[in-house]
């Protein structure tokens, strides 16, 4: 089991930063990758960005990249987010996830925090 907390959610006004933090517990040691996940209200939950674990390997969704910027302290065990020139359409419900093998997927993982919300106002 990997447990999941995230942190650094809140309100800002549009064109501001944001850094969100996840600290991973449990079998940590075999996570292969950890990312995040947004859902907006009223709409599906989505991918936003993974880092693997060994070779730091980044994946970006359309919409944020260039804007966001998703780091791994493998010792420390946590995976950060950091969010420049916010839009109110990244206002949403933030999700950590891990994905614990290389045979998983990115889009697929199987452990997910509580959420943190991050609201962007115009």
């Known amino acids: 089991q990997v447990q999941l907390v995230e942190s650094g959610g809140g309100l800002v006004q549009a064109g501001g930063s944001l850094r969100l933090s996840c600290a991973a517990s449990?079998?940590?040691?075999?996570?292969?990758?950890m990312g995040w996940f947004r859902q907006a209200q009223g709409k599906e939950r989505e991918f936003v960005a993974a880092?693997?674990?060994?070779?730091?390997?980044?994946t970006y969704a359309g919409p944020v990249k260039g804007r966001f910027t998703i780091s791994r302290d493998n010792a420390k065990n946590t995976v950060s987010l950091q969010m420049s020139s916010l839009k109110p359409e990244d206002t949403a419900l933030y999700y950590c996830?891990?994905?614990?093998?290389?045979?998983?997927?990115?889009?697929?993982?199987?452990?997910w925090g509580q959420g943190t919300q991050v609201t962007v106002s115009s």
């Open positions: 880092v693997t674990t060994s070779a730091g390997s980044r």
């Open positions: 996830t891990a994905v614990l093998y290389s045979s998983g997927s990115i889009y697929r993982p199987d452990y």
């Open positions: 449990g079998r940590t040691a075999r996570t292969y990758a």
